[in-house]
């Protein structure tokens, strides 16, 4: 609610979609650069708060990271209109490109830096860095795709989202490495075809919304604030349900767009791909049961007598798409009929 009674941070944030707009509408590489130009500089303004360290920092990094995934983009682009004619080198060129890119949106092994912003940021922050900041960067990379090069992306994707949220405390580094994890299955949703990509993300900004809208309400950043809430119900049971939803598992709506996925997979023989991204998908479902383990199972009896309901309208919005998401396999189900 801050952002729409502050006319600084509503400026910024219409320019922040604006330039998006502008990168993915425009027809040449230059546009497109100055498009994720106009993207950074908007969005170290919502980040950045001058009475917080962790803030500064975190913007600090951000702007250092994609100053140089900008230039690297800039170059490569320059480098394609000198070398048109020169077809050894397109492949060269092309990877050039898809690196910046996957730099741009924190893919792995370009990750170092997004576990450790998300972590000095607000979950409206870390909302707009998982999923609008990832539009340009994807959008982009599906002008100039290198196959065999992200096909290793996306299997390094999978297994470092899956392995780094083994041992996270923080709740915001928990959902960096998972966003990480998803990234994998996005740029292969990419491959596949637009609509399918535009069908994934859609889904997973759902999801990754109502999460962070829980989190912000609850004011939770780490696991262990989990343990000592005696929270209502209901608040319990849409963790429980957008969690699953998230990690995959079939009766929930997330699972859908995996399955889609895994039946291309399994149609095209791409057996050992469809093994490491089912088996990174079951390590996250893990560490999310353990988020939902210690909410669910540890309430302190000196507590018992402070219960956490919210006094808010959007839980009908969040109660309802928490429906949506157990249906979602059954209306899927009538789709593949």
């Not at 803030?55 to 990271?65: D, Q, R, V």
């Not at 996957?102 to 912003?117: A, C, D, Q, V, Y």
């Not at 005696?230 to 963790?239: D, E, G, H, V």
């Not at 791909?273 to 210690?294: A, D, N, Q």
Request: aromatic fraction near 22%.
């Amino acid at each position: 609610m801050y952002y729409l009674f502050n006319s600084n941070k509503m400026f910024f944030l219409f320019i922040l979609f604006f330039s998006t707009m502008i990168s993915i509408s425009s027809n040449s590489w230059f546009g497109c650069w100055i498009g994720l130009e106009i993207n950074l500089l908007s969005f170290i303004p919502l980040i950045s708060k001058s009475n917080n360290l962790l803030t500064s920092e975190a913007s600090l990094k951000y702007f250092l990271t994609q100053s140089i995934a900008s230039m690297n983009f800039l170059f490569s682009i320059l480098l394609k209109m000198i070398l048109m004619k020169n077809f050894e080198m397109n492949n060269f060129i092309s990877i050039m490109i898809n690196s910046s890119l996957l730099m741009k949106m924190g893919s792995t092994p370009f990750h170092f830096w997004f576990p450790n912003i998300s972590e000095g940021l607000s979950w409206f922050n870390n909302f707009i860095l998982m999923t609008w900041q990832k539009i340009t960067p994807l959008i982009l990379m599906s002008y100039y795709l290198n196959f065999n090069f992200l096909y290793f992306i996306i299997i390094m994707n999978v297994m470092v989202g899956a392995i780094g949220g083994l041992n996270q405390t923080s709740l915001r580094k928990l959902m960096a490495f998972s966003s990480i994890n998803n990234l994998g299955w996005m740029i292969f949703t990419l491959l596949i075809s637009e609509n399918l990509w535009m069908f994934y993300f859609l889904t997973y900004s759902i999801l990754i919304s109502i999460m962070f809208f829980l989190f912000y309400n609850l004011n939770m950043f780490f696991i262990n604030q989990l343990f000592i809430n005696n929270m209502n119900f209901m608040i319990k049971m849409n963790l429980l349900i957008n969690f699953m939803s998230l990690s995959g598992l079939p009766p929930f709506l997330g699972f859908l767009p995996k399955w889609i996925v895994i039946n291309f997979l399994m149609m095209n023989k791409f057996y050992l791909l469809t093994f490491i991204m089912i088996m990174s998908s079951l390590i996250t479902t893990y560490f999310y049961i353990r988020i939902i383990y210690s909410s669910f199972m540890f309430n302190y009896f000196k507590m018992k007598w402070f219960k956490i309901y919210f006094k808010n309208k959007l839980m009908n919005f969040i109660n309802f798409f928490s429906l949506i998401s157990i249906t979602g396999m059954i209306m899927s189900t009538f789709l593949f009929m």
